[in-house]
C-alpha cells in the first residue's frame, strides 16, 4: 500500500500544483481499491485535498490565503476523466483561443464527448455540454477550437471571412487533424473545412 501511495504522490508532484485529477489516473499503479486507499491516506496526511467525490487535486498555494481553489479547466479535465470523456474549450473560449475574439468569457463552458451536465465542485460551477463537433485528440487545441467555433457560429454564419479567419488561426498540423476527422463532421462542417484546406493551399 506504501509503495501505491508513494507512486501517487510522485506522478501528483511531477503534474505540479494545480493538478486535479481522479482515481482513474492512477490505475496502471494498482488496484482500483488500493489507489482509493492510497488516496484517502493521502488526504489525511494533507498531501492532496479532496475536492468533490472521486475527485482531489493538488493545490496551489498562496502566503496569506493558504490553499487556493483550482482552476475551473483543472476541474473540468478531472469531471471529464473521472466519466472517460473527451473534452475542449466551447463557443467564446474557442474564438479566444484563435485570436477571433479578445473577450474573456465570465463563465468556464466546455464541450463534451459525455452527457449535458452542471457540476459544482470546490465552489466552482462547471457547465458542460454535449459536443454537436467532434473532439479530437488533445494535442490539437487549435484544431479543436475551430470545430467548438464552428458549431457555435452555426451552419447560417460560416461565410467566407469567418472561413479566412479560422483558416488563419490554424497551422498546417491542425488542418490534418481536421482533414482526417472530416467523415465525423456535420456535411456542412466538413465543407467548411475543406474550403479551408484550399484557403491554406489554394
Known amino acids: 500500500m506504501a509503495a501505491v501511495a508513494d507512486s501517487i504522490i510522485k506522478r501528483v508532484r511531477g503534474k505540479g500544483r494545480g493538478w486535479a485529477f481522479t ?90 464527448s459525455g452527457p449535458t451536465r452542471v457540476k459544482k465542485v470546490a465552489g466552482r460551477t462547471i457547465a458542460l455540454k454535449r459536443s454537436r463537433a467532434p473532439i479530437l485528440d488533445s494535442a490539437f487545441p487549435r484544431a479543436n477550437a475551430v470545430l467548438q467555433m464552428l458549431a457555435h457560429a452555426g451552419k447560417a454564419n460560416v461565410d467566407d471571412d469567418l472561413i479566412q479567419r479560422l483558416a488563419a488561426g490554424i497551422d498546417d498540423r491542425d488542418l490534418q487533424a481536421l482533414r482526417k476527422a472530416q467523415a465525423q463532421m456535420p456535411s456542412w462542417m466538413s465543407d467548411a473545412v475543406f474550403k479551408m484546406s484550399e484557403v491554406r493551399h489554394g
Not at 491516506?41 to 481553489?69: C, E, F, M, V, W
Not at 475542449?88 to 479578445?102: D, E, K, M, Y
Open 23 to 112: 482515481p482513474k489516473d492512477f490505475l496502471d499503479l494498482g488496484t482500483r481499491a488500493s489507489v482509493d486507499m492510497a488516496l484517502t491516506r493521502l488526504t489525511q496526511s494533507g498531501h492532496i485535498r479532496r475536492i468533490g467525490r472521486g475527485l482531489y487535486d493538488y493545490p496551489k498555494l498562496h502566503d496569506r490565503l493558504g490553499a487556493l481553489t483550482p482552476e475551473a479547466d483543472a476541474i473540468a479535465q478531472a469531471v471529464a476523466t473521472q466519466g472517460g470523456d473527451k473534452l475542449v474549450r466551447s463557443g467564446a473560449q474557442a474564438a479566444n483561443r484563435l485570436g477571433l475574439s479578445t473577450q474573456v468569457p465570465a463563465k468556464a463552458s466546455y464541450a463534451t
